[in-house]
């Protein structure tokens, strides 16, 4: 008799969001979101006066991944264009946890295995982070990156 492995799993918070102020979501088809993080973004956008237009993974930033030196697609979490006393801004915005946005901490209690993949992780992250910059950048728009400590959760 076979046994079946237990794997051990988070789920995440995930799902379609239904803007109310629908005539300020730009995307194409409804937004997925893909953490309680996005949803609460989700509906900051949808709610907030100074928000004039936004949309989910709309915008498509070419950039070279370090571990292969090929050309990939990076779909930016959010654009985003907000009110800001007299003027219009846009933004490109991402949504990664702060322990993601800094270097992998060397320890060692962690296994190899898991070191290489933060190492790896925050190699491809730093890529896509500088193309998304230096494409914003050039289109007049700001590239930011939102953590649990903009988004006031923990």
């Not at 953490?35 to 006066?49: H, T, V």
């Not at 993974?57 to 264009?81: A, Q, W």
């Not at 209690?109 to 950048?137: G, I």
Request: net charge positive; glycine share 2%; proline share 6%.
């Amino acid at each position: 008799m076979k046994h079946k492995k237990k794997y051990k799993y988070t789920t995440y918070k995930q799902g379609v969001y239904k803007p109310v102020a629908r005539e300020k979501y730009a995307g194409r088809k409804l937004p997925e979101y893909r953490s309680s993080w996005e949803l609460k973004f989700f509906r900051w956008c949808d709610k907030n006066p100074n928000v004039i237009e936004w949309s989910s993974e709309s915008v498509v930033v070419p950039y070279k991944s370090p571990l292969d030196n090929r050309p990939h697609r990076y779909f930016v979490d959010s654009k985003l264009i907000l009110r800001e006393g007299d003027n219009n801004v846009c933004y490109l915005v991402e949504i990664k946890p702060s322990q993601q946005t800094k270097p992998p901490v060397e320890s060692k209690r962690k296994k190899k295995s898991t070191l290489l993949y933060e190492h790896m992780t925050y190699a491809v992250n730093q890529a896509k982070w500088a193309a998304a910059r230096k494409y914003a950048e050039s289109r007049d728009m700001k590239f930011i990156i939102l953590t649990e400590n903009e988004l006031n959760v923990k």
